[in-house]
């Protein structure tokens, strides 16, 4: 028998998980996009034939470390209430570059990767997720001690 604690914790994690499948079911992550970060593709440089670099004027600002990572969304690929996402590693440096940039290359059986390589233009409007990835250098020099 569940202690009145335990029944309490396991009816609201039932009530909550019933809430994600009721919301995931009859509000798709894309009518959540309008709380996403957005950024303006601001230039657009040809590295290869079959890579581009893309300079990112974000909306507001955009706080970065060198070695992590953008998760890019795709809203127009949506299916089943899912949102594609796709991460891809700053190819600028913070600090130093006036703005981020993500260089991609395109890679043949990958929708994002053609999306972004053969459709985005200078002007488009990107969707991503916030700032992600601890891959970074060390702030102290205490690990060298």
């Given amino acids: 028998m569940l202690s009145e604690c335990t029944f309490n914790n396991w009816l609201s994690l039932n009530f909550v998980s019933e809430i994600c499948l009721f919301c995931s079911t009859y509000f798709p992550d894309t009518m959540f996009l309008n709380d996403q970060p957005q950024a303006v593709i ?24 060198s070695g992590q990572f953008l998760t890019i ?3 127009d690929h949506t299916k ?10 700053f190819s600028s ?4 570059n006036l703005l981020p940039a993500i260089t991609i290359k395109r890679t043949d059986n990958g929708f994002a990767s053609r999306k972004l ?5 200078v002007g488009d409007v990107i969707f991503y997720s916030h700032v992600a ?3 970074i250098l060390p702030t102290t020099t205490e690990h060298l001690k």
């Fill in 133 to 135: 990835g601890k891959f």
């Fill in 117 to 121: 390589i053969d459709k985005i233009k």
């Fill in 73 to 75: 969304l795709f809203p």
């Fill in 93 to 96: 440096a913070p600090g130093i």
């Fill in 42 to 65: 601001h230039a657009i440089i040809n590295e290869t034939n079959t890579a581009k670099t893309f300079v990112l004027q974000p909306k507001e600002k955009l706080i970065y470390q």
């Fill in 80 to 89: 089943d209430n899912v949102l594609p996402r796709r991460s891809y590693s």
